[in-house]
């Protein structure tokens, strides 16, 4: 019986895009961005919706300040974790109005309540303006996180 053991030294592909290092940094930003928000609602007795402008400007410039040199970064990433950063945190804020109203804790608020009721609490508390400025901030985050980059070194 004869092994035979073949060295063959195939060439190595390097991904042409980092998504793990930008994603778990912009997720961390958003996290941050939440617990901010959240608190600073509290505070002001307000759902701030001005406030999804600042997060997006600040997950797109953490993860494009901690980018490396040459590093190609998928587009979504910025965009998409200000989404999820607006959505958890509208979701929390809502579910303490919730407990402040019905006198229950805000975990129970906040895993209890449906989207239905979510959605109905969201358009009787917001204004024209504040959906505006909700929907801006994923597009200013996009716009922060690539500007001034030459578009054939970025990846969908």
Same mark, same amino acid.
Do not use: G, N
């Given at each position: 019986c004869w092994l035979v053991y073949l060295n063959i030294q195939l060439p190595v592909s390097k991904p042409t895009t980092s998504t793990f290092k930008p994603l778990a940094i912009s997720l961390?930003?958003?996290?941050?961005?939440?617990?901010?928000?959240?608190?600073?609602?509290?505070?002001?007795?307000s759902a701030v919706p001005w406030f999804a402008l600042i997060a997006g400007l600040d997950i797109a410039l953490f993860e494009r300040w901690t980018r490396s040199k040459g590093q190609r970064v998928a587009k979504w990433i910025a965009?998409?974790?200000?989404l999820l950063c607006i959505v958890v945190s509208l979701w929390l804020i809502t579910a303490l109005s919730v407990s402040y109203a019905g006198g229950f804790n805000?975990?129970?608020?906040?895993s209890q309540m449906g989207n239905g009721l979510f959605q109905?609490? $969201?358009? *009787?508390?917001? @204004? /024209?303006?504040?959906? $505006?400025? *909700?929907?801006? @901030? /994923?597009?200013?985050?996009?716009?922060l996180a690539h500007a001034y980059t030459n578009d054939r070194h970025q990846s969908l």
């Open positions: 961390f930003v958003a996290l941050i961005m939440t617990v901010a928000w959240f608190v600073f609602s509290a505070r002001m007795d965009p998409f974790t200000t805000i975990t129970d608020s906040a109905q609490l $969201l358009l *009787l508390r917001l @204004a /024209p303006s504040d959906w $505006l400025m *909700l929907s801006a @901030a /994923p597009v200013l985050a996009y716009v």
